[in-house]
């Protein structure tokens, strides 16, 4: 991409050359360069949304693991009231 940076760079040498080949040469790294831009932006894009897969992901899995901790701390909760019955009756 820099390459095409500094050939679009008019020189003095360049100026000698006609018109419509600077204009050509001028299209050309146009064109290059758009196609660079819209293959950044699509990357980009790509990786907004991966990123934005992810957080959803883990989102989801620590609302899995507080549901998950709730229902064993009320298991436990009820074992251990379990055992002191059991404890008192003996």
């Given at each position: 991409?820099?390459?095409?940076?500094?050939?679009?760079?008019?020189?003095?040498?360049?100026?000698?050359?006609?018109?419509?080949?600077?204009?050509?040469?001028?299209t050309k790294?146009?064109?290059?360069?758009?196609?660079e831009k819209?293959?950044?932006?699509?990357?980009?894009?790509?990786?907004?949304?991966?990123?934005?897969?992810?957080?959803?992901?883990?989102?989801?899995?620590?609302?899995?693991?507080?549901?998950?901790?709730?229902?064993?701390?009320?298991?436990?909760?009820?074992?251990?009231?379990?055992?002191?019955?059991?404890?008192?009756?003996?």
């Amino acid at each position: 991409m820099v390459d095409i940076e500094k050939n679009t760079v008019l020189r003095d040498q360049d100026l000698k050359e006609e018109p419509y080949v600077i204009l050509q040469n001028l299209t050309k790294a146009e064109e290059t360069l758009m196609k660079e831009k819209k293959k950044l932006e699509t990357k980009i894009t790509k990786m907004r949304l991966t990123i934005k897969n992810e957080i959803q992901n883990k989102m989801s899995n620590i609302q899995n693991l507080r549901e998950e901790i709730t229902n064993l701390k009320s298991s436990s909760d009820e074992l251990s009231k379990s055992l002191k019955i059991f404890n008192k009756s003996n």
